[in-house]
């Protein structure tokens, strides 16, 4: 969930006593998720929305908020709790903007009920919603209420009913910057009864799209002191406004009025029958006390501009000479051209259109902004009306704007997921009565909800690791809205007891025993990483080994998310041999593949090691650097290989600082006597049944392993029934900031980016012996130059195809080769090892230490990056 305030100026709480079961918060949250309750202690808090906004509003008091996320609401919300004058209760839709929460008022066997009703309560307020009812009722109803505002919303009516109706004795209601459309059938948009005093219409687009509908955009029967100002009423060959009744001292000022066939389109047209056409019509018992005055009416539709006491006028000068009203009305096309952004219909007039800067600004329920929030501006090419420079109708027509836009921000550790994102507001060059205020849609690409923010910043937290991108949208849509942005951002490591999650000999993740069958995929759920639900962890580090394969070839390690069998590889093998490797994977569907690229039967294992997310711990790198040599005493008390069976204590206490919470050891065996295996664990901790690299009789092997470490310690087993002795070489270590582990893992892969069989990266021929080669990484040719520099690159090298005995030194292209190696090779052997390469620069070099030629492949898997200033 990704609930935002942004914008919102919450209301005081009140002084009154908070009912008990109520969240002691002025904040009640509703949202679709699965941690919904409305019947829970702590129904209401961010952590635990209600799932309805009913729930909310049986308990909400004065003061509170009620922020629902956006969603599919299938509800009748009836409030009957009141706030007060100084504390409404609001209710508010979380992006009013582009993805409004969406409330679908329901049908029951005593017949349809609206999405809102407000019934016998004072001093509340709906902000933002788009809302529907089912066929026979009103979207929105206000029934004996005061003091009620609906602002900023798109309502919709179906057939039989108007989009929104105020009856009863309600009085001192207010529709504003809201998005009215009705349908078919008699009905009109906006619906006043008689017994209802003061409501006001004020910058509103109401739209009838269709001819059938015979009905006016607003209807006022016998509601007295009605105010309809600034508002866009857009038909096709249908009535406008009507007042009937009476519906004395009422206002119509400053209104758009546009009756024409496809009126709001680029060719408008008269009307078939102008029957029903008449722009504003105003009933002999309405007349008293009624203003009309300062409105646009296009004259197109060929019918009556005008009704005055059952008398029609063709335009503006003859009304206003029977009636005196009308004196500053223009009737010609105020040439419009509709758009639709999120839920809300709207209506721009052309720079040239005569609605600019000649309203009257002191009209009663005149706005100081229009329908999205803009000042009101002077053209300085249009002459001003007497009483300001306002534009007639809900959209104010604006001038050329100078700066403005937004940034991006990674805010780095303790949550390095998190970005600020922070709006300049744009500055008006035309003159204007106060400062853009303009409300944004920001549309994260792993958020579940859609943030709204106006001249100001928000923090939000990606679920997971990588490049994201990040729209804005201007409330007015199309040319308005800006280029999207991408940020990278990275998450830290926590390291975990070694687990085996998957063994295909012991049915362990799988249903049953049977190897991997040749071109076959294992798919294993993930669901959950320590507690953390799948889609908050960007990758998974794990160990994983084939054992008995019939015949030679690879197994590929890759994300279940839908995508294709990536070209990559995380483990080669031969015939009969036992492989392990260290492999960092997505799993962001949730699941892991592995695919035997064989033409036999193989059976893995995955031994989880920790995994990236939000918490955890920060990554330094280190130049290689050897802590361990078993055959030289180097690190140990005294040189030998250790014994069957036996463990090995390596203190790092005096080479990584207090807090490390793991290292990052390329681990080598060398010399072993019997065929066995290795297991790095934390010191003093009880060994866990899993292996880090497998080995048979004499043979030297090496793989990466992030080993957690106790106070700077770790123990090595060997799994043998003899002697082995153990090469380690220091690559890094994970801990605090504090401590210098500052850098986060972007996963960005597995690609391939080098295969020197195919010059795939370099050129197409072996690396010769005691020779280098040097590419650029993946990032390097896809990232945009507001991409972070990489520090550190992870790398899946094989060497296959080998000459003679060696090993390979992967290291900085621009450094000097340093004494370590990375993977360990005999001649006709092939060999994979993850590699973590710090400080890569540009390029990444790959020597081979051998006296003859070997074949490297490179396979990315993703990079570290550095906190972003």
Same mark, same amino acid.
């Given at each position: ?12 709480a009140?002084?009154?006593a ?5 969240p ?7 949202a679709?998720?699965?941690?919904c ?39 009748s ?6 706030g007060t004058?100084?504390?409404p209760?609001?209710?508010v839709?979380?992006d009013w903007s582009l993805?409004p ?9 005593q017949g ?6 407000v019934s ?10 788009s809302t ?11 029934d004996h209420?005061?003091d009620?505002?609906?602002?900023q ?12 109706r ?7 209601v207010?529709?504003?910057?809201t ?20 409501t ?5 687009s109401?739209f009838?799209?269709f001819?059938?509908?015979h009905?006016?955009?607003v209807m ?14 857009v ?13 004395s001292?009422?206002?119509v000022?400053?209104d758009?009025v ?7 389109g680029?060719s ?19 007349t008293s ?11 197109t ?28 009305d223009?009737?010609?096309s105020?040439?419009?051209t ?12 052309a ?28 053209d300085?090419s ?13 959209v ?8 403005g ?17 922070t ?5 008006p060059?035309w ?24 001249d100001?910043a ?15 949208y ?31 000999r ?8 049977t190897?991997?069958?040749a071109?076959?995929?294992?798919v ?28 030679g070839?690879?197994l ?24 392990a ?9 949730g ?9 036999g039967?193989?059976?893995?294992l ?10 955890g711990s920060g990554f330094k790198?280190?130049?290689?650097t ?9 690190g ?14 390596l203190?790092?206490?005096?080479r ?21 295996? /290795?297991?790095a @664990? #934390?010191?003093?901790? *009880?060994m =866990?049944g899993?292996s880090? $690299? %497998?080995? +048979? !009789?004499?043979?030297? &092997?090496?793989n ?17 029934g ?14 605090s900031?504090a401590?210098g ?19 795939t990266g ?8 005691y020779?280098?080669?040097?590419f ?10 507001s ?7 992870v790398?899946?090298v094989?060497?296959?195809q ?5 090993? /390979?030194?992967? @290291? #900085?292209?621009?450094q *000097?080769? =340093?004494?370590?190696?990375? $993977? %360990?090779? +005999? !001649?006709?052997?092939? &060999? ?9 620069g540009?390029m ?6 051998s006296s ?13 990056i550095?906190?972003?200033?």
């Open positions: 969930m990704a609930f935002m305030l942004l914008g919102l100026a919450l209301p005081v009140s002084s009154a908070a009912r008990a079961d109520a002691a918060s002025n904040v009640l949250y509703v679709k998720s699965s941690e309750s409305n019947t829970a202690a702590d129904s209401g808090s961010e952590g635990r929305p209600f799932c309805t906004i009913s729930g909310a509003a049986a308990v909400a008091e004065p003061g509170q908020t009620v922020l629902v996320e956006a969603g599919d609401y299938q509800e919300v009836t409030i009957t709790r009141s004058a100084d504390a209760i609001t209710f839709s979380n993805n929460a969406y409330v679908r008022g329901q049908a029951t066997t349809a009920n609206p999405a809102f009703t016998g309560a004072q001093h509340v307020v709906l902000r933002g919603f529907t009812a089912p066929n026979g009722a009103p979207s929105v109803l206000i209420s005061s009620v505002t609906v602002d919303a798109a309502l919709s009516s179906g057939v039989g009913a108007p989009a929104i105020i009856t009863g004795t309600s009085s001192d207010t529709l504003s910057r998005s009215v459309t009705h349908a078919t059938n008699g009905s009109p948009g906006v619906e006043i009864d008689a017994g209802v005093s003061g006001v219409l004020s910058a509103d109401i009838s799209p001819v059938t509908n009905a006016p955009g006022v029967s016998g509601a007295p002191g009605t105010v309809i100002t600034g508002d866009t009423v038909g096709n060959c249908e009535q406008g406004i009507a007042l009937d009744g009476d519906s001292g009422s206002t000022k400053n758009v546009e009756e024409a066939a496809n009126g709001w680029s408008p047209a008269a009307c078939a029958s102008t029957v029903d056409t008449t722009a504003i019509s105003v009933a002999a018992a309405a006390g009624t203003s009309v005055d300062d409105n646009v009416v296009d004259p539709s060929g019918g009556s501009l005008y009704s005055w006491a059952g008398t029609g006028y063709s335009d503006s000068s003859s009304f206003a000479a029977a009636t005196g009203q009308g004196g500053a223009i009737s010609a105020p040439q419009l509709g758009h639709v952004t999120g839920a809300r219909q709207w209506f721009a007039p720079g040239s259109s005569p609605v600019v800067d000649s309203a009257d600004a002191g009209a009663p329920g005149e706005t100081a902004t229009d329908f999205f929030g803009n000042p009101r501006e002077d300085p249009v002459s001003n009306a007497a009483a300001g420079y306002y534009d007639r109708g809900a104010e027509v604006v001038g050329p704007e100078t700066g836009g937004y940034t991006v921000q990674p805010v780095g550790s303790p949550n390095p997921l998190q970005v600020t994102v709006t300049t507001a744009p500055t060059t003159t204007s009565n106060g400062p853009i205020h303009r409300v944004y849609s920001y549309v994260l690409d792993d958020a579940t909800a859609f943030p709204v923010d106006t100001g928000f923090t939000y937290t990606f679920h997971r690791a990588g490049d994201h991108a990040i729209d804005r201007d409330p007015r849509g199309g040319p308005y809205n800006e280029v999207v942005k991408h940020v990278v951002v990275g998450a830290d490591y926590t390291p975990l007891t070694p687990v085996r999650l998957l063994d295909t012991h049915a362990v993740g799988v249903t049953t025993t190897p991997v069958a071109g076959a995929d294992v294993l759920p993930v669901p959950t990483v320590a507690g953390v639900p799948a889609a908050d962890v960007s990758a998974v580090v794990a160990n994983v080994t084939v054992t008995q394969p019939s015949v070839g690879h590929t390690v890759y994300p279940d998310n839908g995508e294709l069998l990536p070209t990559a590889s995380n483990l080669n093998f031969t015939a009969g041999q036992t492989v490797n260290l492999v960092t994977v997505p799993v962001d569907g699941g892991v593949v592995f695919h035997n690229g064989s033409s039967t193989v059976h893995v995955m031994d989880l090691q920790g995994f990236y997310g939000q918490g790198p280190a130049s290689p050897r802590v361990l040599d078993t055959r030289s005493g180097l140990t008390s005294s040189a030998g290989a250790i014994a069957a069976h036996g463990t090995l204590s203190d790092l206490s005096g990584v600082p207090a807090g490390t919470t793991a290292v990052v050891l390329n681990l080598t065996v060398t010399r072993p006597t019997e065929h066995g295996y /290795l297991t @664990y #934390p010191e003093a901790s *009880t =866990p899993v880090n $690299l %497998n080995f +048979t !009789a004499s043979e030297t &092997v090496a990466l392993a992030v080993v957690p470490a106790t106070d700077g310690k770790v123990d090595f087993y060997n799994g043998s003899g002697t082995v002795q153990v090469v380690a070489d220091l690559e890094g270590y994970f801990g900031a401590a582990a500052n850098q986060t893992y972007v996963p960005d892969g597995p690609a391939r980016i080098v295969d020197t069989r195919y010059g370099v050129p197409k021929a072996p690396v010769p012996a020779g280098n080669i040097a650029y990484p993946r990032w390097y040719q896809d990232c945009s130059a991409c972070p520099r990489p520090v550190g690159a790398l899946n094989t060497a296959t080998p000459q003679k005995n060696g090993f /390979l030194t992967v @290291y #900085p292209n621009e *000097t080769v =340093p004494n370590a190696s990375n $993977l %360990n090779f +005999t !001649a006709g052997m092939t &060999v994979p090892n993850l590699v973590s390469v710090a400080d890569p540009l990444i070099g790959v020597y081979n230490h003859g030629s070997v074949q490297v492949i490179v396979d990315e898997e993703g990079y570290y550095a906190p972003q200033s």
